[in-house]
């Protein structure tokens, strides 16, 4: 479960299938922030005082120059102590092409290119067989799921999407959007304080969505507005017309916060904590990898009480859900094979099918491949 | 049913020609823009072609009047001897109205769609012979007249056409504004007696430092060139470029100041109001003092901002009307979406609750209710147009309290300025200055009227506009 404390949801902005829902902090939290090194080289946001204590974070996939030589992304989101806060991130060093490089020279941020992030959070997740069934490949046995691709889409392509970000109008107090297209919850961004958001509102663009996403982008209509209606029978005087319109924002955010944002807020997540500092825990979620209901993956900073500070999420499109369900249960069962098909109630070459059709099929022996196909030969 | 369908129609292109400059919005592009309108030009001009040469007569843009007086001049073939007669005087007079170099750039656009009936040739002879000062347009704007000459046919006398089409043979010139220009080529003194855009081609020929020059053109600058000039020739230290902006018109001043940084605007404060006051009294004129309590609810939410191209003009218009309003009511209260009180420092930024302020406004109770805003209510979407209806309808059927919606921007997907509510009568707005005539035309948009009160309506205007009698 995902505790959305601190938030609110505001009204709805649509602009053609997409659908904008603000979130707003009542109490901005201030001791966690964007690396000021961020802000000084891409928003020119005037320091904070050098002795205030406060933590900071870099999201994944971030690209600066940072203190060293060549602009490289931070590596996974991070977690900085007020001690530390020249540390250099964990990074990866990045290659441009003559004229990418020459656009990083002007000190813009940018996201990394498409799969890389991607590839990165899955990764993270999956580190291959652990114990050395002799059905596995010697391949499989040494470099895990490694090369694991998985392919998604920057949210230029996202038709509509940048339209959307362009005339969307910025709460007071905003610290978050959830991003529906097509009414599908695309992605779930939060930072902790309004001038962060306000400074990474359009990085949405250079985001990462998964190829349902694109698709409904593609041949969605547009998404109606949740207009205001009042029911003219209970207005006797203006106090109640004051109530009436009151009402109808209480009833968007029940009803958002219940239907539209319910299969991110009530999956059950497993988490990864990858670091904790001071106050705050990163950790990286993954969801329970249930068919048919929306699955997202991302990472989550939260305080002692629960309260989430940051919070980016990818929703994972109904084959990379497939494929996550099988390795989890294959994890789960210690990558035996007998055990995972019981678990799945299939039978083994059924098992070796469905391994092959998700893209795993180098993982497995070939002479255990080509035993399976003959015995689903036979049976059918 | 169909009179007050043409009555809805006229009203639907009145509102984009008062609005729309084919110009990118916050919503929507350029090209959207452009196609939408043409297509209501296009509309009223083959459906209600009387109509659509009266609307020359409202205070329509300039870009508008441009397009309408062209179309009819494409399509005279269409029109009857007396519809002929009707429309060359009400666009003679627009002609004489529109500043002159978007009257050269309507001749230039006829030339390119090669429209040269005799009622053209006319019409640009005519307007031509009016000009006060051939030999300073020669100047000024000399490309755009040698077309129109060339176009209608003309003989322009004395030393003009050997100006215009042989600037070469002549040794010297009689005219003094001739001479000057021919000195102006080898001597950098006498550039400086040239109205400004002629002259800054021959200072950038003699390379002339940009602050030098600012500092001694600055006698010739034009009321709105010193406008537009006065932050840059500043910046240079070009102290003598100094616009009296007590004098400027009340929608520019505002767009001017909203130009200027937070903190200029905060440190220059008495003076920027002082300014934005004395425009609006002027503006007012005698109906100063005469609306009773009014209550403003003024969009500064982040689509004020507008485009690129319109930079912050409907919060400007806002803005403009936020001064206005205090000159015309006796009682007056704004309401700024943005919760913000002090108007000289507003910017264009946050969501549009505006159903929430609609109902702070009618809480106070005031005599008028002006709304100038976008349309597009988004914090929760619709509520402002259901509190308005609710309020009509239900506790206010009796009209005690006058609302009008102003709206500064053309939707082009709606082909029409956006409406909160069909009960609330919506006009689209260009400049705060049209305000007072705009609440008057805005109550036929209520539906109530049909076509033959809007038809005398416009007569009424037309012959105000001809200068007769009515």
Known sequence: MIEPAGLTTRPAQVWGGVRLVPLVRETPIEDLRLDVRLHDADFGVVAVDARTDYWSYIPHGYVATWGDDAPAAAYGTQLLSPAERTRTPD??????????????????????????ALEGYLALHFGGPEIAWREWSHRAISHGLSPRVEEAYTGAVVRGLDDALRVFEIHA?????????????????????????????????????????????????????????????????????????????????AFHDEVMAGGLLGADYTYEHVYELGPYRLSRFLPPFERRRDNHIGELITDESGQ????????????????????????????????????????????????????????????????????????? | ?????????????????????????????????????????????????????ATLALDINDHNAALIVRNLLVTAAEADAEQRRAEGRLIARRLELLPPQRVYALFRELRRARVNNRRTRAIMRDWLAARPDPAFDAVK?????????????????????????????????????????????YDQTALYALPYTVAEGFAAKHRIPRAAFLERIAPRLTRLERLRLQESARERGAGAVRADLTTMPLTRLASYVLGLSLDE????????????????????????????????????????YGSGTKRRRPLAVALACHFLLEALAADYTPLWLSGRDDALLVHPYGATPLGERVLDGLDL??????????GWDNAPPGLAGEVLRVWRTRL???????????????????????????????AGIRDAEDLVALTELARFAEGRTGLPELRAHLDRRVAAFLGEDT
């Open chain 1, 91 to 116: 990074r990866m060093a990045l290659r441009f092409h003559r004229r990418m490089a020459r656009r990083v020279a002007k000190n813009r941020l940018r996201f990394l290119p498409l799969h890389l």
């Open chain 1, 173 to 253: 107090g905003q610290c978050g959007v959830l991003l529906y297209v097509a009414d599908a919850l695309a992605s779930a961004f939060v930072v902790p304080r309004p001038a962060d958001y306000r400074a990474l509102h359009g990085t949405l663009l250079l985001d990462l969505y998964g190829e349902l996403i694109y698709h409904y982008a593609m041949l969605s209509m547009p998404v109606p507005d949740f207009g205001a209606r009042i029911a003219d029978a209970n207005v006797r005087s203006l106090a109640d017309l004051r109530a009436e319109a009151a009402r109808q924002r209480e009833e968007w955010t």
């Open chain 1, 308 to 380: 989430v500070a940051y919070l980016k999420t990818f929703r994972l499109s109904e084959n990379q859900v497939r494929r996550g369900h099988l390795l989890t249960v294959l994890a789960a069962n210690d990558w035996s094979l007998p055990g995972t098909a019981a678990a799945l109630g299939v039978t083994e070459p059924e098992l070796g099918r469905r391994i092959e059709n998700a893209g795993f099929g180098h993982l497995l022996r070939q002479d255990v491949r080509d035993h399976y196909r003959a015995r689903r030969s036979h049976a059918g």
């Open chain 2, 1 to 53: 049913m169909a009179d007050l369908i043409a009555a809805d129609d006229v009203l639907l292109f009145v509102n984009a020609a008062i609005t729309s400059t084919g110009q990118r919005e916050f919503h929507s592009g350029a090209e959207e823009q452009g196609l939408s309108l043409g297509f209501l030009h296009r509309y009223l001009l083959v459906n209600y072609r009387d109509l659509y040469a």
């Open chain 2, 141 to 185: 704007y000399r490309g755009a007249v040698k077309d129109a000459v060339r176009h209608a046919h003309l003989r322009p006398d004395g030393e003009l056409g050997p100006f215009l089409f042989a600037f070469r043979r002549p040794a010297a010139y009689t005219t003094p504004i001739l001479e000057t220009w021919r000195r102006a080529h």
């Open chain 2, 265 to 304: 605007r905060a440190r220059r404060r008495g003076e920027l109001t002082e300014a934005l006051r004395a425009s609006a009294r002027r503006t007012a004129g005698d109906q100063a003092g005469r609306w009773g309590r009014v209550v403003a609810v003024l969009d500064d939410s982040f689509s004020a």
């Open chain 2, 365 to 374: 109770g005031p005599d008028r209710l002006v709304i100038v805003s976008d």
């Open chain 2, 396 to 426: 206010d059927p009796g009209h005690t309290c006058g609302v009008v919606h102003l709206n500064p921007v053309y939707d082009a997907d709606g082909f029409d300025v956006r409406r909160l509510t069909p009960v609330v009568p919506t």
